[in-house]
């Protein structure tokens, strides 16, 4: 028989190790090696400007909202959810639901872990 906790659980894997392979192949930042004077810095890029101005609202990623009486998983502006998680709203908690109602905006895939970890358990 299938077990739909053990299909959460591997997607959930697959998505932190989606993240851990982009976050190794997309390019870092660049550190500088420490000499023995120190750690070197580059004056072209050291500025003295301004502070930047305040990061704007980032949007979020995932929307977890109610969908036939499941929680789901919706991408940005997407009416089609990615995953339908097997946990009925009808027995989640009062404030869970109205949330749900609601949608709840996810920003990060760690956050949308966090978040599939506690509606499902």
């Given at each position: 028989?299938?077990?739909k906790r053990l299909l959460v659980t591997g997607v959930s894997l697959l998505m932190v190790m989606a993240?851990?392979?982009a976050a190794a192949v997309?390019?870092?930042r660049n550190h500088a090696a420490p000499g023995p004077e120190g750690p070197v810095h580059d004056v072209a890029t050291t500025r003295?400007?301004?502070p930047a101005a305040p990061p704007q609202q980032r949007e979020y990623l995932y929307l977890i909202k109610e969908y036939n009486g499941r929680v789901a998983v919706f991408g940005?502006?997407?009416d089609i959810p990615e995953m339908i998680l097997d946990t009925f709203v009808r027995h989640l908690p009062a404030y869970d639901r109205i949330q749900l109602r609601e949608g709840v905006r996810v920003?990060?895939?760690h956050e949308l872990e966090a978040r599939i970890e506690d509606y499902t358990s």
């Open positions: 028989m299938f077990d993240v851990a392979v997309l390019p870092g003295a400007t301004a940005e502006d997407s920003y990060s895939l």
